[in-house]
C-alpha cells in the first residue's frame, strides 16, 4: 500500500511522462514543477534537491559540453573529415568511413556536437554525387549513438546513471562507475551496429530526397503570405474575378482573415483589405505575381526583398531550442536573427496556416530567408543547426589542434588509470584551451545548456524521491514478481524493455531517472552486483533506435532527410532487440552473474 509521499511521487512521475509526451512545457520546466511539488510537500529536502547540482558527473557533463562546442566552433573535426572521407566518390566507401568516423569520435566527444558538425557535409556529399540523404543520416545518427555507449563520457545518458550511482553507492551496496566499464558491451554493439547498417541500409531505409532537393527540383516551391493592401482593388471581388484563381505555377491554398481560416479557397470567396493569401509555388511565379498585381505584398519577406546579401537556407530546431512551443511572432524572430521564415516543414509535411504564429516544436526544419547579419546572430545559438550550408572557422594552429584533441584521450587515459579524476583533468584541460585563446571564456560560457544540466540534476532528485518514499521498490516487486519466472535473464530483459520504451517516447534523462531506482531495487531483491542493473539502464536509456523523438540526433536528422516516423522504427527496432540481448548476455557474462540464486 502507498503512503502519501508514494501516491504523490507517482502523480508526479506521471505528470512528467505526459508533459514530455504531449509537449505541455518545456522539458526542464517540467522538471522543475515536478520536483518543486516534491519539495512542497517535503517528500524531498532541500539539500536533496540541489544535490544534483554539486554532483561530480553532472559537472562533467558540463565540461565536455564546452569542450565539445569549442571543438565544434575551431573546426577541428572539419578538416579531420575533409582528409579522410570527404573526397570519396564511393558510397558504400564513404559510408563506412562516415560510421567508423562519427562512432569513433562518439567514444570520447558528446555526441549531439559530432551529428551536428558532421551533418552539412554528410548532405552536401548526398547532393554532389547523387545518393538520397535519407540513406545515410540515420546511420550517421545511430552510429552517434552506438559511440556514445562505448565510454562513460560519450553521452550525458551515461554520466546520468553513473551520478545516480554515485548518489545510491552506499544504500545499494554498488561501485562507482568507471569510463570503461561500458567498453565490453558497448564495443561489441558498435561493431555489430556498423556491421549492421552497412548490410541492411540499402534495403531498410527509404529512398526520399531531402527538403533542400525537393525545393530546388520544384524551382524553390514554398508556401508565400501575400497581404492584400489597403485600398487595393481586390477588395470586394472574388478570388475568380481577382484573377488569382488559375495562376500559372501558383495554388492558392487558404486565406486567412481575422485570425480565421478559409479553406479550401473557391473562385466565389470574395477577398478583403488585409487579407492573408497563403499561395504554394514557384518563387519567380511569385515574384512576379506580386510585381504585376498592384495591391499584393509578401508578408514574410518584407524588407528581405530590397536587401543586396541574402541567402536561402535550412536549419533544423533542436531538442532544447528555446524556441519549442513558441511562435516566430512572440520571439521577435526576424530582429532576433536577421531572418524570415518562409517555409516550415514538419515530418516531411508543408505546415500551412500564417508562419509567423505557427507553433515551434523539435527536429521542425525551417527554411529561411537570411541577412547579412544572420551568421553573427546565430554564432552561439543553441535554438537550432544550419545544416544546409557549411560554416567557415578560423583555422587553429596545428598544435592547438594537438593539445585539444590529444587532452581529451589523455585525460581517459590518466583517469582510467586512476592517476587523476576525469573532473580534475578535463578541468586542467578546459582552462590550457582557454588559455591559449581558442575561444574566448565569453564565447564558451554561451554554449552552456543550462536546461540540459537542470534537467540532469533534477533527474537525480527524483530518483532520490522514487527510492525514499519506496516508490522504486514497490514497482520493482511488481516487476520482479511479472519477470522471475524467466530467471536473471528475463529479469535483465525487462529492466531493458521497460527502459527503453521510455526513453523511445521521453526525454533519456526522464526514462532512466524513473528505471534507474527500480532497478536498482530489484537488483538489492535479487541479492547481486547491482552494477551491471545499472548498466543495463544506462544502455537501453541512451539506444533511443525506435522513434525520432527518442534522441536529439534522431530529431536532428528527421527532417533533413525527409523521413516519416516509421523509417526510424523500421530500421531501429532490429538494432534495438540486437543490442538489448548482446547487452543482458555481455553484462552476465562480464560480472559472472549466475543465472540461478
Known sequence: ????????????????????????????????????????????????????????????????????????????????????????????????????????????????????????????????????????????????????????????????????????????????????????????????????????????????????????????????????????????KTVEEAGLRNLKGLFLVEIIRNDRTIKPVSASTILRENDILLFAGETESITEMVESHSGLQLAQIGMYAKKSQTAIIEAVISYNSTLVSKTAKSINFRSRYDAAIIAIHRNGERVSGKLGEVKLYAGDVLLLLTGEDFVPLTKDTQDFYVISRLQEYKKQKLYKQVILLGGIIAAIILSALGFVKLFTVLLLLLLLVLGLKMVSPKDAAKSIDFNLIIILALSLSLGTAMLKSGVASSFAEIAFKAFKPFGIVGVMLGIFLITNLLTSILANPAAVAIAFPVAISMAVELGVNAKPFALIVAFAGATAFLTPIGYQTNLMVFGPGGYKFRDFTRFGLPLSLMYMIVAVLGLIYQYDIRLYN
Not at 80 to 101: E, G, P, Q
Not at 126 to 149: E, M, W
Open 1 to 236: 500500500m502507498f503512503t502519501f509521499e508514494g501516491i504523490l511521487v507517482i502523480a508526479v512521475i506521471f505528470f512528467i511522462i505526459l508533459s514530455l509526451y504531449f509537449n505541455w512545457i518545456g522539458p526542464g520546466f517540467t522538471f522543475s514543477i515536478g520536483i518543486t511539488v516534491l519539495g512542497v510537500f517535503r517528500v524531498l529536502t532541500p539539500s536533496e534537491i540541489l544535490a544534483g547540482f554539486a554532483n561530480e558527473q553532472i559537472a562533467i557533463v558540463v565540461f565536455l559540453i564546452l569542450i565539445a562546442d569549442i571543438i565544434r566552433k575551431t573546426g577541428v573535426l572539419d578538416g579531420i573529415f575533409l582528409k579522410t572521407i570527404a573526397n570519396t566518390k564511393s558510397y558504400k566507401k564513404f559510408k563506412f568511413r562516415l560510421l567508423v568516423m562519427v562512432t569513433g569520435f562518439s567514444t570520447i566527444l558528446n555526441n549531439t556536437p559530432v551529428v551536428a558538425i558532421l551533418l552539412p557535409y554528410v548532405r552536401a556529399w548526398s547532393k554532389k554525387n547523387g545518393v538520397a540523404p535519407s540513406k545515410l543520416l540515420i546511420p550517421l545518427s545511430y552510429a552517434a549513438i552506438l559511440g556514445g555507449c562505448v565510454t562513460l563520457i560519450g553521452t550525458s545518458t551515461n554520466l546520468l546513471v553513473a551520478g545516480m550511482v554515485n548518489d545510491q553507492k552506499i544504500a545499494a551496496n554498488i561501485e562507482p562507475l568507471n569510463i570503461f566499464d561500458f567498453t565490453f558491451v558497448g564495443g561489441i554493439m558498435a561493431v555489430l551496429g556498423i556491421a549492421y547498417m552497412i548490410l541492411f541500409g540499402d534495403k531498410l531505409l527509404p529512398d526520399r530526397n531531402d527538403n533542400i532537393h525537393s525545393f530546388e527540383l520544384q524551382s524553390r516551391e514554398y508556401i508565400a503570405e501575400v497581404r492584400i493592401a489597403n485600398g487595393a482593388e481586390y477588395h470586394g
